[in-house]
């Protein structure tokens, strides 16, 4: 049963590439990505703010323009079909009903000038194909289902009379409405404070095991990662630097930007007050990509060879682990040792 499973992911991504063609030069914004998603697990993307996370989910589920400013290459891979090839029409049958995403800001993605209810229902009706009246009957179960209460009552609220945990709640429970088997979550909880984003990222983890679904989870937040996913892929500058299970990620990393992340995360044992260990510099401009690493102007452990020359992403004895570094911090360790 394993060689089946990894003879044939749900999800596989094949030196993917976005770039935007803009008028001071085309912006590498995703360059090179590649992963596989398995059925039932959590990938977590994690990364600074630019790395190309929002970006590849967008590529994913192919809501990006189409006035020619987006250049695409590559494959993506669901259930073995490349959806890169697929017309627009089929696309617009997979969005919603196989794969589905919930956004950072809910106020984004709800329309603040329709009732809860009409937003659920229309997702049965146009998707699914549901009756009225059993949409509605089905709105209601899945209003109680992501935990807000009186959920018969909330069909006729509007997005303005919720709070902002209610709203992600309902964008939930809107994105579940179609049973994807790919659920993306964009930074789903960025904008709620600690107490209601734990519940929101505790009720994600309860409906996907309640249906098998898998998940992207994008976020910035390693803790996050560590608590809620299965495997990691960590993004700088567009391109995938590290990736393998999430547990072997916070015993064993490799690249230095993984570990400077580590280093940047408050940590609750330091007193207050605590000055955190931010990362120096700046990523680089997607205009112009450096020659070699992306990491190298940023990185304390550079050398002469990372900014000539780009690392490919590689593995010392554990294929499930890669990275792209020139000098592992293993390596490091030892030589400064």
Not at 47 to 62: A, F, N, Q, Y
Not at 186 to 197: K, M, R
Not at 244 to 249: D, G
């Amino acid at each position: 049963m394993a060689s089946e499973t990894s003879a044939s992911p749900l999800l596989e991504v094949v030196d993917l590439y976005t770039h935007f063609d803009t008028p001071r030069g085309v912006a590498h914004a995703v360059d090179g990505v590649s992963f596989r998603l398995e059925r039932g697990r959590t990938l977590g993307i994690v990364g600074e703010s630019g790395s190309g996370k929002s970006v590849l989910s967008r590529t994913i589920i192919d809501i990006l323009a189409k006035d020619g400013s987006v250049l695409n290459q590559g494959e993506v891979r669901f259930e073995g079909r490349d959806l890169m090839a697929l017309p627009e029409k089929d696309m617009r049958d997979i969005r919603g009903r196989e794969i589905a995403m919930v956004f950072q800001d809910p106020m984004s993605s709800l329309n603040p000038v329709k009732k809860i209810g009409k937003q659920i229902t229309e997702v049965l009706v146009k998707r699914l194909g549901m009756p009225g009246a059993e949409a509605k009957r089905r709105a209601v179960e899945l209003i109680e289902s992501v935990g807000i209460p009186d959920a018969a009552q909330q069909l006729d609220r509007f997005p303005m009379h919720l709070s902002g945990g209610m709203r992600q709640r309902v964008a939930i429970a809107i994105a579940l409405a179609g049973e994807p088997k790919l659920l993306i979550a964009d930074e789903p909880t960025t904008a709620l404070d600690v107490t209601i984003q734990a519940q929101i990222l505790d009720l994600l983890r309860r409906q996907q095991a309640e249906r098998n679904m898998a998940v992207i989870l994008i976020t910035h937040d390693l803790g996050i990662v560590a608590q809620y996913t299965d495997d990691v892929a960590v993004m700088y500058a567009g391109q995938i630097v590290e990736s393998c299970s999430t547990e072997e990620l916070i015993r064993r990393p490799r690249m230095p930007y993984t570990e400077a992340l580590m280093n940047s995360a408050p940590n609750l044992a330091d007193p207050p007050h605590t000055r955190l260990d931010a990362i120096p510099g700046l990523p680089p401009n997607l205009l112009r990509v450096p020659r070699g690493c992306r990491f190298a102007e940023r990185c304390p452990y550079a050398a002469e060879k990372c900014s000539a020359e780009m690392p490919a992403l590689t593995d010392d004895d554990d294929p499930s682990h890669i990275y792209a570094c020139w000098y592992p911090l293993e390596v490091k360790e030892a030589v400064s040792a």
